[in-house]
C-alpha cells in the first residue's frame, strides 16, 4: 500500500521549461511535506519542505505548492536547466517523536538542453 | 565536510556473508535514521535512534538485520547471513530532533551487492 501516490514516473522538458511533479497522500496526520532531489549513485538532498499550515513556499527556482483539502501538493522547478536532471521524491511524515519519512517512487526528469 | 559520512561506498559479499555499515552522523544531530532503497525505489523506513536508544525497527528489519548507536554517535547497520534479496543502498539520516525541525539530512549511501 503506497501512502504517497507520486506522478509522474519519468518527465522530460526543454530547458527553461517548468516541470510539475504531484503527489497525493490519504493520512491526515502527516504534517510534513519534503521534497528531495537525488542523482545516480548519491544520497538524496532535501531541496525544499511545507507544512501543511500554508499553501506555498518558493526556495529559489522551487515552489511547492499544497492543497490540504484535496491531500494534494505538487513541486514546480522554474527556468529548469540541464544540471537539474535528476529523480525527484516526495515524502511525508506524521508528528510525533520519530518523523520517519514514507517517501513516492521517484520522478525521473530529464531536461534537454 | 561536515555531513552525514557512510562507510563503505560500495561493497560486494557473497551469499551468507556477514557486513557491517558505518554512519557518521552530522555532530550535533541527535536523531539518526537508516533506509533501504532498491532501484527505482524511494526509500524505506528501517529504524530510528534519538541518541543511543532504538525507539522504532520496521518490519523489513528481520532478525539477520541489527543496528547500534553506542554512543549517542556514530552508527552500525549489520547484516548476517546475507541474501540476494538483500542486495541494495542503504541510506543513513541524521536530525537535529528539536521541536519544530524535522529535516533529515542524507549521507551517499552504502551500495551492497550480494552475488
Known amino acids: 500500500q503506497q501512502q504517497v501516490k507520486q506522478s509522474p514516473q519519468s518527465l522530460i522538458v526543454q530547458k527553461g521549461g517548468i516541470p510539475i511533479i504531484n503527489c497525493a497522500y490519504e493520512?491526515?496526520?502527516?504534517?510534513?511535506f519534503p521534497w528531495y532531489q537525488q542523482f545516480p549513485g548519491k544520497g538524496p538532498a532535501l531541496l525544499i519542505a511545507?507544512?501543511?499550515d500554508v499553501s506555498e513556499k518558493k526556495e529559489g527556482r522551487f515552489t511547492i505548492s499544497f492543497n490540504k483539502s484535496a491531500k494534494q501538493f505538487s513541486l514546480h522547478i522554474m527556468d529548469s536547466q540541464p544540471g537539474d536532471s535528476a529523480t525527484y521524491f516526495c515524502?511525508?511524515?506524521?508528528?510525533?517523536?520519530?518523523?520517519?519519512?514514507?517517501w513516492g517512487l521517484g520522478t525521473s526528469l530529464a531536461v534537454n538542453p | 565536510d561536515t555531513g552525514v559520512s557512510q562507510d563503505p561506498r560500495h561493497k560486494i559479499t557473497k551469499r551468507g556473508q556477514n557486513v557491517t555499515f558505518r554512519c557518521d552522523p552530522i555532530s550535533e544531530h541527535n536523531r539518526l535514521y537508516w533506509y533501504r532503497q532498491t532501484l527505482g525505489q524511494g526509500p524505506e523506513f528501517l529504524t530510528y535512534?534519538?541518541?543511543?536508544?532504538?525507539?522504532?525497527k520496521s518490519r523489513l528489519l528481520s532478525d539477520r538485520f541489527s543496528a547500534e548507536r553506542p554512543k549517542g554517535s556514530f552508527s552500525t547497520l549489520e547484516i548476517q547471513r546475507t541474501e540476494q534479496g538483500d542486495s541494495a543502498m542503504y541510506l543513513c539520516?541524521?536530525?537535529?530532533?528539536?521541536?519544530?525541525?524535522?529535516?533529515?539530512?542524507f549521507g551517499p549511501g552504502t551500495r551492497l551487492t550480494v552475488t
Open positions: 515524502a511525508a511524515s506524521i508528528g510525533g517523536n520519530n518523523r520517519k519519512l514514507i
Open positions: 535512534f534519538q541518541n543511543e536508544a532504538q525507539l522504532e
Open positions: 539520516a541524521s536530525s537535529w530532533g528539536l521541536a519544530g525541525d524535522y529535516e533529515q539530512y
Open positions: 511545507i507544512r501543511p
Open positions: 493520512n491526515t496526520a502527516f504534517d510534513y
